[in-house]
């Protein structure tokens, strides 16, 4: 059984940084593409970022130049590093990983459905 458990996610205000954190089970990550995804109220949820197993990354525009994927394969994890938030990024963010292995990062996996999916970790930027 595959398991996606998210953490990390909280207030703070424009400008500031969050990390967040998933830990996934049941799976080996490194043979995956690995996301994040969010969702803001009343809005269609979006890919912000994926990473495959050779590192190989693709970031959504909205948050080019201020967020970071990276994973950690021995510990099974993937991190978002948030720099620079704003208030738009106030959104529920979930983890996500491919239910197909191989595949390589890309653009196309940020409007990728077929996943797994944690629960989901809150982020609220205050201006």
């Known amino acids: 059984q595959v398991q996606l458990m998210e953490s990390g996610g909280g207030s703070v205000q424009a400008g500031g940084s969050l990390r967040l954190s998933c830990l996934v089970s049941?799976?080996?990550?490194?043979?995956?593409?690995v996301g994040w995804f969010r969702q803001a109220p009343g809005k269609n949820r979006e890919g912000v970022a994926c990473i495959d197993g050779y590192n190989v990354t693709a970031i959504a525009d909205s948050v080019k130049g201020r967020f970071t994927i990276s994973q950690d394969s021995a510990k099974n994890a993937l991190y978002l590093q948030m720099n620079s938030l704003k208030p738009e990024d106030t959104a529920m963010y979930y983890c996500a990983v491919d239910k197909a292995s191989g595949a390589v990062a890309a653009p196309w996996y940020l409007k990728y459905d077929n996943n797994y999916w944690g629960q989901g970790t809150q982020v609220t930027v205050s201006s």
């Open positions: 049941g799976l080996r990550i490194r043979n995956y593409i």
